[in-house]
């Protein structure tokens, strides 16, 4: 007698991938209403799965930070918008001016220059969220500043810019000992700082209900 064996196809389980945001990706997930919040939430899941992104920004950063360290007024900037792929060009134009306003604003040149700044995973709630500024700047009279860039058409909401500020504030320790975050909306060379009367507790905990929502919304089904 003959005995016959079934065999089971065998099934590769599909990884999970745990749950992460980025700061901007974190930022922008907490200044959306209802439903929108779900959507975006898988759309970063799915962008996470494909490891896809690409940063359009770059190189306008590194002109910006150029003009800072060699003290150049904005001649890096204004030569970055020949530099891009055509279908670019209108957004380094568009931010470019805004950026050349801010660069005037830090006052002196010889007065500012570079520091170096370190990126930090916090814990928000359930959630890792990678805290990553732009640059940091160390002025002569000893203060030290952590910027993180604001690229929109539309300006940072109020939510934005207090979770920004907050969550660059809580790891400052890592990222650029002694500094004070600041947000600064480049469109409009409008730099945000903390707001002295807001209750970090507060903050805090909102994060902490926004974080557990979004790990919520990652691990449900597409």
């Known amino acids: 007698m003959t005995s016959s064996v079934l065999s089971v196809p065998s099934t590769t389980p599909v990884p999970v991938i745990p749950p992460y945001a980025t700061m901007l990706g974190f930022t922008r997930y907490v200044t959306r209403t209802g439903p929108a919040k779900a959507t975006f939430v898988g759309g970063l899941r799915r962008a996470r799965e494909r490891r896809s992104g690409f940063n359009p920004h770059g190189q306008l950063v590194k002109a910006l930070k150029a003009d800072i360290a060699f003290r150049t007024g904005g001649s890096y900037l204004s030569g970055v918008v020949d530099l891009v792929k055509e279908r670019w060009k209108p957004l380094y134009e568009s931010v470019s001016a805004g950026a050349k306003t801010y660069l005037a604003s830090l006052g002196a040149p010889d007065q500012v220059g570079l520091a170096q700044t ?23 009279d000893g203060r030290r500043e952590a910027v993180r860039l604001h690229f929109d058409e539309d300006p940072p909401t109020p939510e934005a810019v207090t979770a920004t500020l907050h969550l660059m504030a809580r790891h400052m320790d890592q990222i650029l000992p002694n500094a004070e975050p600041v947000l600064v909306d480049l469109r409009r060379g409008v730099t945000h700082r903390m707001d002295p009367t807001a209750k970090p507790h507060d903050i805090e905990a909102w994060l902490a209900g926004e974080a557990a929502a979004f790990t919520a919304m990652w691990g449900a089904p597409a």
């Open 118 to 140: 370190r990126d930090a995973l916090a814990t928000v709630g359930p959630l890792a969220v990678k805290i990553n500024p732009h640059f940091g700047l160390r002025y002569e």
